[in-house]
């Protein structure tokens, strides 16, 4: 059975930085593309962040320049460290994993789902 459990989510001030971290179980996580996406309140599940099995990232725009995301085969994790945070981060963040060897950025292509933590963004 395949799980993906994320954690680091919580409330953080404007500015400041989180990391979260996905662990994955029950599957060839070095077979697998891991994506983070997020849905705010009453919004659309969007992505966020990706990297391939070979570790090729990708970021959403909204989040180029304040994010990493990295993972460790090894361990079967993925981390994604966000800095410099805005209240419109604030968003409950979902790892996904993607057995295809592309990056997808649709919520659809991604066969297993975490779920989620919350991210709050505010003073």
């Known amino acids: 059975q395949v799980q993906l459990v994320e954690s680091g989510g919580g409330l953080v001030q404007p500015g400041g930085s989180l990391r979260l971290s996905c662990a994955a179980s029950g599957l060839t996580f070095n077979r697998f593309t891991m994506g983070w996406f997020r849905q705010a309140p009453g919004k659309e599940r969007e992505f966020v962040s990706g990297v391939t099995s070979h570790g090729v990232p990708q970021y959403a725009d909204s989040v180029k320049d304040r994010a990493t995301i990295s993972r460790d085969n090894a361990e079967a994790t993925v981390v994604l460290q966000m800095n410099m945070l805005k209240p419109e981060d604030t968003a409950v963040y979902y790892c996904?994993?993607?057995?295809?060897?592309?990056?997808?950025?649709?919520?659809?292509?991604?066969?297993?789902w975490g779920q989620g933590t919350q991210v709050t963004v505010s003073s």
């Open positions: 996904a994993a993607d057995r295809s060897f592309a990056l997808p950025t649709v919520t659809t292509a991604y066969d297993y």
